[in-house]
């Protein structure tokens, strides 16, 4: 049993075009779940690079602190996740950019996080 993967259009085994909106199944169904699943990985990676970047920058505002420890764990989670994801599958250069960046960045908000707003070698006026 198959779909047309743009109309969902139920197809015979042996359909080769859509009769609904004239797809190509024969040619391009095949391709269409690794698309799919590459996809996820770049979302992953932008959304790593982009939370790990916005966790540094928020780290210098103190009473933002909270957040940016926050955003810290996705940001090295899903850069973490999309550079597993890819390992073996594709051959994502900018993929794996996009997450390795994303790691970085969360790394850097965590220690700029721990180390701008900690409270460790202030002197309190004693």
């Given at each position: 049993m198959f779909f047309c993967p743009f109309c969902k259009?139920?197809?015979?085994?042996?359909?080769?075009?859509?009769?609904?909106?004239?797809?190509?199944?024969?040619?391009?169904?095949?391709f269409y779940p690794?698309?799919?699943?590459k996809s996820r990985y770049v979302l992953l990676a932008l959304?790593?690079?982009?939370?790990?970047?916005?966790?540094?920058?928020?780290?210098f505002f103190p009473y933002l602190y909270f957040i940016g420890m926050v955003l810290v764990v996705p940001a090295i989670a899903f850069g973490a996740i999309s550079l597993e994801g890819i390992a073996h599958?594709?051959?994502?250069k900018l993929i794996r950019l996009f997450?390795?960046?994303?790691?970085?960045?969360?790394?850097?908000?965590?220690?700029?996080?721990v180390l701008?707003?900690?409270e460790v070698?202030?002197?309190s006026g004693l």
């Open positions: 259009t139920h197809l015979p085994e042996n359909q080769t075009f859509c009769p609904k909106c004239g797809y190509a199944v024969v040619l391009s169904l095949q690794s698309i799919q699943h959304l790593s690079m982009t939370l790990g970047i916005t966790s540094c920058v928020i780290s599958k594709f051959n994502g997450a390795i960046t994303g790691l970085a960045f969360g790394v850097l908000g965590y220690i700029f996080n701008i707003n900690s070698g202030t002197s």
